[in-house]
Nanobody, 120 residues
Framework: QLQLVESGGGLVQAGGSLRLACVVS???????MGWFRQAPGKDREFVAA????????TYADSMKGRFTISRDNAKNTLYLQMNSLKPEDTAVYYC??????????????WGQGTQVTVSS
């Protein structure tokens, strides 16, 4: 069993930056990791994913060039650096552990989420 705890969310103006972190505890950190987000009234959507060793990453098209996913396996921590934030990035952001995929069904373990609000 894994426990995932996100942090780093908050209120930021459009054009600003935030860095989210997800600390993982439990059996092992050697899973692929992903970030997803869910805005009010919308389905959960894929943001970015990274393989267990950090060797490969993938992003949703709307995040490419603005968001960077990374991990520090020595610290059991996953990161999401978000730059050039837009109001439409406002959502609850979730980290997840599982198999490398852009679909939420591939991820077995989820955090509780952290709110990101981007003001215009």
């Amino acid at each position: 069993q894994l426990q995932l705890v996100e942090s780093g969310g908050g209120l930021v103006q459009a054009g600003g930056s935030l860095r989210l972190a997800c600390v993982v505890s439990g059996r092992t950190f050697m899973y692929a990791m992903g970030w997803f987000r869910q805005a009010p009234g919308k389905d959960r959507e894929f943001v970015a994913a990274i393989t267990w060793n950090g060797g490969s990453t993938t992003y949703a098209d709307s995040m490419k060039g603005r968001f960077t996913i990374s991990r520090d396996n020595a610290k059991n921590t996953l990161y999401l650096q978000m730059n050039s934030l837009k109001p439409e990035d406002t959502a609850v952001y979730y980290c997840a552990a599982g198999s490398m995929s852009t679909t939420s069904q591939a991820y077995k373990y989820w955090g509780q989420g952290t709110q990101v609000t981007v003001s215009s």
